[in-house]
């Protein structure tokens, strides 16, 4: 068996260096917090990938909420990503119904043609997961779900999350599962005994919350809660 992801958001080279010393996997790029997480500059972008070795997903949302906002400008950011190397992102559009925006999210996934992407926790605030899924299983490069299992996070949702579990392999279910939005270390054993083997973590890694950097001790023992 392969080893758990243990996947860190990064939103500086500062914080990429300190996730990679405290052994994550792969790190999700974003600005913003307070918008739950933007698409970086091309600069900060940059930066991080001359810092560090890891695999990087960069953020592809311009916008707070799940809507995706100027289609063309969030083109354009994502053409000048992929100009400067990014490889991986993270994106995902509902419709002000809270279906699937199935027209942007193929127009962004054909833009990063030939990437791997995880569609993010806009599933988590759709009206039907279930359709969601079953909307975007065929889209390109598509490899993995971002979900906590609910809009409340992972003690709402560990539920929903071990039932799309036992679907895996099934249309729509084929994708990983990388268990992130109000994630806690308390939830790791239970989530590694019921064979999840993905994790991502943002606040939980910094000392005081977004204001302050990643610890590199905190990713330590989040790589080895998920490795235990």
């Known amino acids: 068996m ?3 992801i243990v996947e860190v958001i990064a939103l500086t080279a500062q914080d990429a260096l300190a996730a990679e010393s405290g ?11 307070a918008a739950d ?5 091309v600069a900060d972008f940059a930066a991080i990938r001359a810092a560090v ?3 990087l997903r960069v953020m592809l949302r311009i916008r707070d909420g799940f809507t995706p906002g100027d289609l063309d400008d969030l083109l354009a950011r994502t053409a000048a990503l992929r100009a400067e190397g990014a490889e991986e992102f993270v994106l995902g559009f509902l419709d002000a119904d809270g ?5 942007a999210t193929t127009a962004v996934a054909e833009a990063v043609a030939g990437c791997r992407w995880t569609f993010h926790r806009a599933i988590d605030h759709s009206a039907d997961r ?5 909307a975007v299983a065929d889209l390109p490069g598509l490899d993995t779900f971002l979900t906590s299992g609910s809009p409340a996070g992972v003690d709402a949702g560990q539920g929903v999350l071990e039932g799309e579990l ?3 392999g099934d249309p729509g279910y084929r994708q990983r599962i990388l268990v992130g939005g109000g994630l806690r270390a308390e939830h790791v054993p239970g989530l590694r005994a019921a064979g999840f083997d993905a994790f991502h973590i943002g606040g939980a890694v910094r000392v005081d919350g977004w204001t302050t950097p990643v610890d590199p001790a905190k990713v330590a023992a989040w790589r080895a809660l998920a490795d235990a």
Do not use: H
Request: no cysteine; charged share 25%.
């Open 99 to 103: 279906a699937v925006d199935l027209a």
């Open 53 to 55: 070795a890891l695999p």
């Open 23 to 33: 052994g994550a996997d792969r790190l999700e790029l974003v600005t913003d917090m």
């Open 130 to 134: 279930s359709a969601v899924r079953a």
């Open 2 to 4: 392969s080893r758990p």
């Open 166 to 168: 036992a679907k895996a």
């Open 37 to 41: 997480g933007l698409t970086p500059s």
